[in-house]
């Protein structure tokens, strides 16, 4: 009974903190806003407070999900992209107590609810086993593509301001003209560092993750094929982003600031389709790893059969591939493996009721 009722509380306090960080993150972009009317009726310092607020907010929700998680932490889409928002949010509040006369919220934290709200109605909230692959390189698969992501969307972000910011010095009109704008020069070259540290970080992504592969293959997991589409698109941006480096230290024309900002934008879109297959479920990045079949493997017979009793889990398959298994599969420490197989020959040979 104590437990039931810790656990409720548990879930209320999850909930009560999701919805104070969605809403001071929301009460600061409006803020944010108010900053590009002629008499603004708020502090200088407002949205940055409020950001504030939402940013630990997040983070203790971020802390008890990764305290709670019994597989590996913070591993499942919904908690990557509430990473990514709360890594942007990060970005914002780094930029905005810099340059606090400059509005950078208008834009960016649009994005961070953006990512919310993905992460909240389509992301996934399954977690990779604990022994999914070598957690340092999972880590660091997932922090470089989570990094590289945060900066495809400061280089959206500084090209979009670039654009607004050329059309306001052309023409006194548009809805953003009373928005303070950084400088053309301070956004070309945020701009231009942005994707930099996008393909390198990319590029760290697709290394280590040929490397979680390799690691797939020794333990007889399926690896995920390079035909998958999240390693096409992602090999497709990286190209992309690779290509518009070279082209510009080449072709000097193609420095030129108009012209790095449209690419920016066309990179972001490619990221967003790359996002959108990511979080739609259609690659294998979303399911759990399966094992390959044993050459060796006896041919299925309807003998006896598994319980949750015997192996602590509820297989809809024959003993022996139930065993293997929960051994290849699971990640189970070594007791636990021994654990299995000696309760696997109890069940075979009679001892204990299957």
Same mark, same amino acid.
């Given at each position: 009974?104590?437990?039931?009722?810790?656990?409720?509380?548990?879930?209320?306090?999850?909930?009560?903190?999701?919805?104070?960080?969605?809403?001071?993150?929301?009460?600061?972009?409006?803020?944010? =806003?108010?900053? !590009?009317?002629?008499?603004?009726?708020?502090?200088?310092?407002?949205?940055?407070?409020?950001?504030?607020?939402?940013?630990?907010? %997040?983070?203790?929700?971020?802390?008890?999900?990764?305290?709670?998680?019994?597989?590996?932490?913070?591993?499942?889409? %919904?908690?990557?992209?509430?990473?990514?928002?709360?890594?942007?949010?990060?970005?914002?509040?780094?930029? !905005?107590?810099?340059?606090?006369?400059?509005?950078?919220?208008?834009?960016?934290?649009?994005?961070?609810?953006?990512?919310?709200?993905?992460?909240?109605?389509?992301? #996934?909230?399954?977690?990779?086993?604990?022994?999914?692959?070598?957690?340092?390189?999972?880590?660091?698969?997932?922090?470089?593509?989570?990094?590289?992501?945060?900066?495809?969307?400061?280089?959206?972000?500084?090209?979009?301001?670039?654009?607004?910011?050329?059309?306001?010095?052309?023409?006194?009109?548009?809805?953003?003209?009373?928005?303070?704008?950084?400088?053309?020069?301070?956004?070309?070259?945020?701009?231009?560092?942005?994707?930099?540290?996008?393909?390198?970080?990319?590029?760290?992504?697709?290394?280590?993750?040929?490397?979680?592969?390799?690691?797939?293959?020794?333990?007889?997991?399926?690896?995920?094929?390079?035909? #998958?589409?999240?390693?096409?698109?992602?090999?497709?941006?990286?190209?992309?982003?690779?290509?518009?480096?070279?082209?510009?230290?080449?072709?000097?024309?193609?420095?030129?600031?108009?012209?790095?900002?449209?690419?920016?934008?066309?990179?972001?879109?490619?990221?967003?389709?790359?996002?959108?297959?990511?979080?739609?479920?259609?690659?294998?990045?979303? %399911?759990?790893?399966?094992?390959?079949?044993?050459?060796?493997?006896?041919?299925?017979?309807? !003998?006896?059969?598994?319980?949750?009793?015997?192996?602590?889990?509820?297989?809809?398959?024959?003993?022996?591939?139930?065993?293997?298994?929960?051994?290849?599969?699971?990640?189970?420490? =070594?007791? !636990?493996?021994? %654990?299995?197989?000696?309760?696997?020959?109890?069940?075979?040979?009679?001892?204990?009721?299957?």
């Amino acid at each position: 009974m104590l437990g039931e009722s810790w656990s409720s509380l548990a879930s209320w306090s999850r909930s009560a903190e999701f919805a104070c960080f969605v809403g001071s993150y929301g009460l600061a972009w409006g803020l944010e =806003l108010c900053r !590009g009317r002629p008499r603004p009726g708020v502090a200088l310092g407002g949205p940055l407070l409020w950001a504030t607020i939402a940013l630990a907010f %997040q983070t203790v929700y971020l802390l008890h999900r990764a305290a709670d998680a019994a597989s590996l932490p913070l591993s499942s889409t %919904q908690d990557w992209l509430l990473v990514g928002a709360w890594a942007l949010a990060g970005v914002y509040l780094y930029l !905005g107590y810099h340059y606090p006369r400059v509005a950078f919220g208008w834009i960016l934290l649009p994005m961070v609810l953006l990512l919310i709200a993905a992460s909240w109605i389509f992301g #996934d909230v399954r977690s990779l086993p604990r022994q999914w692959g070598p957690q340092i390189w999972a880590w660091i698969h997932a922090f470089s593509l989570l990094v590289a992501t945060v900066a495809v969307l400061v280089s959206f972000a500084s090209g979009l301001m670039y654009l607004l910011q050329v059309r306001r010095l052309r023409s006194k009109q548009g809805g953003f003209s009373r928005l303070p704008l950084p400088s053309l020069e301070w956004l070309h070259r945020t701009n231009s560092r942005a994707v930099a540290l996008a393909l390198l970080l990319l590029g760290v992504g697709i290394l280590s993750g040929f490397v979680l592969n390799l690691w797939n293959l020794r333990l007889q997991r399926e690896p995920v094929p390079l035909t #998958d589409p999240l390693i096409v698109t992602t090999l497709g941006l990286f190209a992309w982003l690779g290509g518009c480096l070279v082209v510009g230290w080449i072709y000097r024309p193609a420095r030129e600031g108009r012209k790095v900002a449209v690419m920016t934008i066309l990179t972001a879109v490619f990221l967003l389709v790359v996002l959108v297959i990511f979080v739609g479920g259609g690659t294998q990045h979303s %399911q759990f790893r399966q094992p390959l079949p044993k050459r060796t493997a006896q041919p299925e017979s309807p !003998g006896v059969w598994a319980t949750r009793k015997d192996c602590g889990k509820d297989f809809d398959r024959p003993l022996f591939w139930s065993g293997w298994s929960a051994i290849l599969g699971e990640g189970h420490s =070594l007791e !636990g493996n021994v %654990q299995i197989l000696f309760e696997i020959e109890e069940v075979a040979r009679g001892k204990i009721p299957g």
